[in-house]
């Protein structure tokens, strides 16, 4: 059982929550106790928008355990309009139409689950932005 | 501090070797440094191991190495840094002679990786992302890697027969070492049409998954000068760098600051630059990171590491070989002998004893290792004295 480390972890997986520098307006996500930039420790806790620009992707087709049955599935890093950079799934998508560049936007979704009686755990993947 | 010399070397063939422990692996190693450097004598024993808990469900190799090596008594540390943990083992026991604090020190590497299946193995390895920030999202090691050659093929134009040609090349040095894994030679048609792992990776651009170990016997170069049993190798530089443990903190993921700054420390506590090098053992963990790592060090200029690679530039007789051993690709990655392991090719060359891939002109080498997806690097300068 790791239910209090998915409590833990719930502000930035069903909220996207960052942590903005009050020195040097460094975004961390997720936060830090130092910022890596001035090395103040004073955040401001703010909501990513999500938005943002596709950098570089795969295609998973060997899975790690636990995501075996969605392979082969797409896997981004996409740098958010904030300027913050972060890795998930892409999906409602054909992976084969993918480019770099393109536009993207975060979901909730199911991401996993432990075992057959674990918990479910629940986080953020892309989608294409078609500005819906 | 003082200087510091390596007078003995040893490992075995790496494979999936069934009858062998994680104990034996490391014994079997260490016995044959000794027997190389002609002395038994051990002050101090420090022990590269990745992960003996998720592979084998042993900790505290500290207490069990030189139990087993019969040298129970003797001061002995396990280090980690991943895929770095056998470069980070040897340079902790460079600082053991280097300090005073022993004058003979064993720096073994070791990894068992197939008492666990394939998917315990790549979760094992995977503990080296961010588990909480990466992992999480259903990406493992070939995945992160891969995320890497997709943005070096879009802004440099490094094709797909480009990577291939790494891993055919390292192929073609590992099929003369007698201790690789897999010493068969590959062409890069069958490279590019082996099973996809992560687009653009395949199978045989990916690194096996290997037991094996290495060690290294250090002390004094007064010492090494005073047994003479074989040409005088010294360690003339080190560097240690770290950086984020997640890939997409990276301000450019195509950039490997860990890489570069662990090698500029090494360029000037050797007084040396890249052009004073002569051939290098880097981890090659992937086809992409072959190239990158060239890059990384100055060897060629970004973006270059995949036309140098095809014009045969790194091959055995080119302008700057690389992977002379096979690299972790033919020869193995049993993960924390790794870093061990490529000093011990690196020696093996200086000596001049590495047979029919031995260079010409191996008076200089280097040895990069690094954990993750270059959260650590560790970087080695070894020179032969006449």
């Not at chain 1, 060997?62 to 890093?77: C, E, M, S, W």
């Not at chain 2, 034996?24 to 002395?39: K, R, S």
């Not at chain 2, 068969?184 to 990916?206: F, I, K, N, W």
Request: with cysteine.
């Amino acid at each position: 059982m790791k239910v209090a480390k998915h409590w833990r972890e719930t502000p930035e997986r069903y909220r996207l929550e960052a942590g903005k520098c009050k020195k040097c307006g460094h975004i961390n996500f997720p936060n830090r106790l130092i910022c890596p930039e001035c090395g103040a420790r004073e955040f401001e806790t703010i909501r990513l928008s999500g938005k943002g620009k596709l950098e570089t992707y795969t295609v998973i087709h060997t899975a790690p355990d636990g995501f075996a049955d969605l392979a082969p599935y797409a896997v981004g890093i996409v740098e958010l309009q904030e300027g913050v950079k972060i890795l998930a799934q892409i999906t409602d998508c054909n992976p084969a139409d993918l480019k770099i560049g393109d536009p993207l936007v975060t979901k909730f979704r199911r991401i996993n689950e432990e075992g057959k009686t674990g918990m479910i755990m629940y986080g953020y993947k892309f989608v294409p932005d078609n500005g819906l | 501090m003082r200087e510091v010399a390596i007078i003995g070397i040893g490992m075995m063939k790496w494979g999936e070797l069934w009858e062998k422990s994680l104990r034996d692996l490391a014994v079997e190693a260490a016995l044959n440094c000794m027997a190389d450097a002609g002395t038994d004598r051990i002050d101090s024993i420090s022990i590269g191991c990745m992960s003996g808990g998720l592979f084998n469900g042993q900790e505290h190799l500290a207490s069990m190495i030189p139990d087993y090596l019969g040298l129970k008594n003797t001061p002995a540390m396990r280090v980690e840094s991943a895929c770095a943990s056998g470069g980070l083992a040897v340079r902790t026991a460079y600082m053991e002679i280097a300090s005073g604090m022993a004058d003979y020190a064993l720096a073994i590497g070791v990894e068992k990786m197939t008492d666990v299946s394939g998917g315990e193995a790549t979760y094992g390895l995977a503990t080296a992302a961010d588990q909480d920030y990466e992992a999480f999202n259903g990406i493992n090691f070939p995945g992160l890697y891969a995320l890497m050659a997709k943005a070096h093929m879009h802004r440099y134009g490094t094709t797909r027969e480009q990577l291939a040609d790494v891993a055919v090349k390292n192929h073609r040095n590992g099929n003369l070492n007698p201790n690789a894994q897999f010493p068969a030679l590959m062409t890069r048609e069958q490279v590019m049409s082996s099973v996809m792992v992560a687009d653009p990776l395949r199978l045989m651009d990916c690194s096996p998954i290997t037991d094996g170990a290495a060690a290294l016997l250090l002390t004094t170069v007064e010492e090494a000068k005073r047994i003479g049993k074989h040409p005088l190798v010294v360690i003339s530089g080190i560097g240690l760098a770290t950086d984020t443990i997640a890939l997409c903190q990276r301000k450019d993921i195509l950039k490997c600051p860990a890489i570069e700054i662990a090698a500029q420390r090494a360029f000037k506590m050797a007084g040396k630059t890249i052009r004073d090098i002569n051939f290098a053992e880097v981890h090659d963990c992937f086809t992409i990171s072959e190239i990158m790592i060239m890059e990384a060090l100055g060897i060629v200029e970004p973006g270059q590491g995949g036309p140098a690679t095809s014009a045969g530039h790194t091959a055995l007789d080119g302008k700057f070989p690389i992977n002379t051993s096979g690299g972790l690709k033919s020869k193995g990655h049993p993960v924390g002998a790794t870093g061990v392991a490529q000093i011990y090719e690196v020696v093996t060359q200086l000596r001049g004893t590495a047979g029919k891939r031995q260079l010409a002109n191996a008076k200089v080498g280097l040895t990069q290792n690094m954990g993750g997806s270059g959260g650590s690097c560790v970087i080695h300068i070894l020179e032969v004295k006449s």
